[in-house]
C-alpha cells in the first residue's frame, strides 16, 4: 500500500480500495484546482495593488516627475562630459601640431645655427676643372722642334742612370721632356714666354734664389739639400725642373746650370 493509501484509510478517504490509474488521475485533477486557487488569488492580489495605486495619483506623478528629473540630470552630465572630452582633444591636437611645428623650426637653429629654408653649403667647393691641354708625342727632338718653331735649350749633363721616356710638345709652344731617375720621374720645360711652367698645385716649405752666370734660379723643396723644383728665365725663353719625389740638391742644380 502506498504513502497516499495509508493516509486516506485512515481518515477513510475516497482513494481505498481504489485502482492505480484513478488514484493517479485524482491527484492530477486536485494539482490542477490547487493551481486554480493560487492564480485567482495572484490576480485578486493585483487588482488590490491597482486600487491602492488609483488612490495616490499625486504621489506616483510625483515619482514619475523625479525620475524623468533625475534621467534628465543625468543625460546633461553625460553630454557635459563628452563636450569636455571632444574640447581636451582638440586642445591636444593642436598644442601637438604647435609642438611639431617649433621642433621643425627651432631644431636646425639650435644644432647647426642655420636657417632651414637656406641650404648649408658644402664643406668642400667644387674646384674648376684643370684647363685640356693639347699634347703631341713624339719619338725624336728634332720632329719636335718643327711645330715649336724654335731650337730649345737641353740639359746637358744628367745622371748617368737616367733614361728619357717621352717627348711632347704643349699647346704647341712648350717642350717637356720626360725623364725616369732612380723611379723618380723628372720633368724639363721650357717655352718661348714669360710663362711660370711649374706645377702651380704644389707647395714647399724650403725656397731660396741663387745668382750664377748673371741668372737668377729659384730652387725649392723641403729642406736645403732636398729640392724637386727649379724655375728661371733666360733670353725671352723660361725653364723649369720639377720632380716627382725629392732629389739631392747638388744634382738639381748641377741640372739646371748644364741647361744651353
Not at 714669360?194 to 707647395?203: G, M, P, Q, V, Y
Request: glycine share 6%; with cysteine; hydrophobic share 40%.
Amino acid at each position: 500500500m502506498g504513502y497516499g493509501d495509508r493516509k486516506n484509510s485512515s481518515h477513510g478517504g475516497p482513494l481505498v480500495g481504489k485502482p492505480v490509474y484513478y488514484k493517479a488521475a485524482y491527484w492530477c485533477v486536485l494539482g490542477c484546482e490547487q493551481r486554480k486557487v493560487f492564480c485567482l488569488q495572484k490576480k485578486v492580489y493585483h487588482t488590490q495593488r491597482v486600487a491602492i495605486n488609483a488612490k495616490k495619483p499625486a504621489d506616483v506623478s510625483l515619482k514619475n516627475t523625479r525620475s524623468t528629473s533625475a534621467i534628465s540630470a543625468a543625460a546633461v552630465r553625460v553630454s557635459n562630459k563628452q563636450a569636455h572630452t571632444r574640447r581636451a582633444g582638440w586642445v591636444i591636437m593642436l598644442l601637438c601640431l604647435a609642438l611639431a611645428v617649433l621642433s621643425a623650426v627651432l631644431v636646425p637653429l639650435l644644432v647647426g645655427g642655420a636657417s632651414p629654408a637656406i641650404a648649408a653649403e658644402p664643406a668642400v667647393r667644387a674646384t674648376a676643372a684643370a684647363p685640356v691641354r693639347a699634347e703631341s708625342s713624339y719619338t725624336d727632338l728634332r720632329t719636335a722642334e718643327q711645330e715649336l718653331g724654335f731650337t730649345p735649350a737641353l740639359p746637358a749633363t744628367m745622371p748617368a742612370n737616367t733614361v728619357l721616356t717621352a717627348i711632347r710638345v704643349v699647346d704647341g709652344d712648350m717642350l717637356e721632356m720626360e725623364y725616369v731617375l732612380d723611379n723618380v720621374t723628372l720633368l724639363y720645360r721650357t717655352a718661348q714666354s714669360n710663362e711660370d711652367l711649374s706645377d702651380a698645385n704644389r707647395t714647399y716649405t724650403f725656397t731660396t734664389t741663387q745668382e750664377e752666370d748673371g741668372v737668377a734660379r729659384m730652387y725649392s723643396g723641403s729642406t736645403e739639400n732636398k729640392l724637386s723644383l727649379a724655375v728661371w728665365a733666360e733670353g725671352g725663353k723660361t725653364y723649369a725642373i720639377q720632380t716627382s719625389n725629392e732629389i739631392n740638391a747638388e744634382t738639381m742644380k748641377e741640372i739646371a746650370l748644364s741647361v744651353a
